[in-house]
């Protein structure tokens, strides 16, 4: 017999391109508590690979979601979980079968998954992001890598100003511009990546003259990796604080370490998860550009995105 909770188990499950997210939190029944983490946990699924650039979800890849989506049900059983909100973004809104995986998922562990267009993901990440990081009264540009698509979003801590999600994240970056994943990458192939953000990111950079963002806010896994690799070491999802401050000079000298590497050598850098080895070399030619356009010198990462913002959205219903 089960005693009844007096209080709600709320499960938030975030489908990304590259990474699945579960986050498990009680709710107290006291209004203003705040809620207890029962569990944070991820997988790198990598949806996006072998099929995203085509609009499709690879067998291996959808396998790998339906498999990780079984384990996620475990971990909520085991916990008593009452509630749940799963939703997905780029790779299940532009591929064919996304809508099939989305049908297999509910048939098969009973969790309805929400997709979400991008501009709905760009508003949640920020209400993650401000739970993270005290963003202030000057305007700050929040930016998620994920891997299908980024978010930009110039904010403060009360009013976003700006916002866009471009279809140019991680995965498709490397099917673009980084066909020989095992070498080096070379010093075209990143004048290439940054003469095709130049482009696309052409409503970011009339935004960013605009409003003149003071700093950078990364949100998501290259961040994380990157402030991983700042400290030398890699840290599990329950370490993570929830913002850190990351050197310039600590993000240039990645960034050196990671366009001179080739695969193997990127593997082993200390802080790097073998499955963003090469991802993270796209993202941080993006980062770079980034920066250049902006002139921005002030880096902070948060551990916060998307879950936590529909967690702080429900919250205050």
């Known amino acids: 017999m089960h005693t009844p909770h007096a209080h709600r188990r709320l499960a938030l499950i975030d489908l990304g391109t590259n990474t699945f997210h579960l986050l498990i939190v009680e709710i107290s029944k006291t209004p203003g508590e705040k809620p207890l983490v029962i569990l944070r946990t991820k997988a790198g699924v990598r949806l996006g690979e072998g099929g995203i650039s085509q609009g499709i979800i690879a067998p291996a890849a959808y396998d790998r979601a339906l498999h990780t989506l079984a384990g996620f049900k475990e971990e909520m059983e085991l916990h008593e979980v009452t509630e749940v909100r799963a939703t997905a973004t780029s790779a299940m809104r532009v591929t064919k079968n996304g809508p099939e995986l989305v ?5 098969q562990t009973g969790i309805q998954v929400n997709v979400i267009p991008g501009e709905r993901e760009a508003e949640l990440i920020c209400q993650g992001v401000r739970q993270a990081v005290d963003l202030g009264e000057d305007a700050q540009l929040i930016m998620d890598i994920g891997g299908g698509s980024v978010e930009f979003i110039i904010a403060n801590q009360h009013t976003i100003f700006w916002k866009q999600s471009f279809e140019i994240g991680a995965q498709r970056l490397l099917d673009k511009f980084f066909p020989d994943p095992s070498g080096v990458f070379p010093a075209e192939a990143v004048e290439a990546e940054q003469r095709y953000l130049s482009t696309v990111l052409e409503p970011l950079i009339e ?19 990157l402030a991983d690799m700042q400290l030398g070491r890699l840290r599990t999802e329950g370490e993570l604080p929830p913002c850190t401050e990351l050197a310039l000079e600590s993000f240039q000298t990645s960034y050196r370490q990671l366009l001179s590497g080739n695969h193997e050598q990127r593997k082993a850098l200390p802080g790097i998860l073998p499955m963003r080895a090469d991802m993270l070399v796209v993202a941080a030619v993006l980062i770079d550009f980034v920066l250049g356009i902006t002139e921005i010198t002030r880096i902070r990462t948060s551990a916060y995105a998307l879950k936590e913002g529909l967690l702080a959205e429900m919250l205050v219903v």
């Not at 935004?207 to 990796?225: C, E, I, N, T």
């Open 207 to 225: 935004a960013v003259r605009r409003y003149h963002p003071a700093s950078l806010v990364g949100a998501s896994g290259s961040f994380d990796s």
């Open 103 to 107: 049908r297999d998922i509910f048939e």
